[in-house]
């Protein structure tokens, strides 16, 4: 999985300026006086503006441009780093970070940005180091707890993760990412209650936040609240309806609750998506029998086995005589 500084919501301050008839002309006119520095500003400006319209390669043309002009300024080099990571050059991107830093030693940001990309790289070791440094310059850098906290939780290390993501949150009490990543780990260490707590308060904090509902609808199910999984993957699928895998793990939620007319509903919009999902033909065939629509149940059943499900025949044998 791709740890995406998106997820984190690194802000690198590319704020995109405007520009009338009259700042243009102005601007044109402080080149002639200030030379190289006002050129390099317009290419970071310029940067900015195709950053945030989600043109990373644009900015990272820019950003070369402005660097060439002004060698010595370690912003364009930490932006065009997160550009590059963007766009998934993580190499790349650590040798901006590395200059950047060797440009300015107490540049947080360039640590924080550098360790991401280590992570993305599973080099967890040399991530570890740079959220360290990170808060060795910026002891409140909640990003910096809950990056390092997502590196202990991948070596192991659970309760260092968990006293992380818990610092994250003490620092920035409505981060909703450290609440989610807190409860999954929670729940991985079978502390389900504990779970649904965090997942519980990151959808207070944000009502839209589908991650929060999905886990917490694992957890509610594991633990035997079946009505309320289904009402957390329901909103899930009203927040992203097009994720297939929801309506496949809400028909198969239904039909533990008895609901097959729902049931045979979700299984549909999962065929829908994948003619070839052999499962979904199964428990769809499975949810028709059990609404006494033997004919409707019996043929998915069979497409089911045509597609390779092999224990579609065992109940083909039983119900399809």
């Known amino acids: 999985m791709i740890y995406s500084p998106s997820i984190i919501n690194l802000d690198m301050n590319l704020n995109p300026g405007r520009f009338t008839r009259k700042n243009t002309l102005f601007l044109f006119a402080a080149l002639v006086v200030f030379g190289c520095a006002a050129t390099s500003s317009l290419y970071l400006e310029s940067a900015n503006l195709k950053y945030v319209k989600g043109d990373y390669i644009g900015a990272i043309k820019d950003l070369t441009k402005a660097i060439e002009m002004e060698p010595g300024n370690f912003n364009a080099f930490l932006k065009r780093g997160k550009a590059y990571s963007n766009i998934i050059k993580h190499d790349l991107a650590i040798e901006d970070y590395n200059t950047a830093i060797k440009l300015n ?30 808060l060795l310059i910026d002891s409140n ?13 991948m070596i192991g290390k659970s309760n260092d993760a968990l006293e992380d993501y818990t610092k994250a949150i003490g620092l920035n009490p409505v981060y909703v990412q450290a ?143």
């Open 105 to 134: 030693s107490t540049l947080a940001q360039a640590y924080l940005n550098r360790g991401i990309e280590y992570i993305n790289l599973e080099k967890y070791e040399l991530a570890l180091d740079d959220f360290e440094q990170t």
């Open 179 to 321: 609440y989610v990543n807190r409860g999954n780990l929670k729940s991985y260490l079978n502390k389900f209650s504990g779970a649904i707590e965090d997942y519980t308060k990151a959808i207070e904090i944000n009502p839209n936040e589908a991650n929060a509902f999905i886990s917490r609808a694992g957890d509610r199910a594991i633990t035997g609240n079946i009505n309320g999984a289904i009402e957390d993957l329901t909103k899930a699928i009203q927040i992203n309806s097009s994720y297939t895998e929801l309506h496949f793990q809400r028909g198969e939620l239904r039909m533990i609750a008895g609901n097959y007319t729902g049931a045979v509903g979700d299984f549909t919009f999962v065929i829908e998506d994948d003619s070839t999902n052999s499962a979904a033909f199964f428990k769809k065939g499975i949810a028709y029998i059990n609404l006494g629509n033997k004919n409707e149940g019996c043929k998915n059943l069979v497409k089911a086995g045509e597609l390779g499900y092999i224990h579609a025949y065992e109940e083909i044998q039983k119900y399809c005589k």
């Open 141 to 153: 850098n909640y990003l910096a707890y809950f990056s390092r906290g997502y590196v202990w939780s």
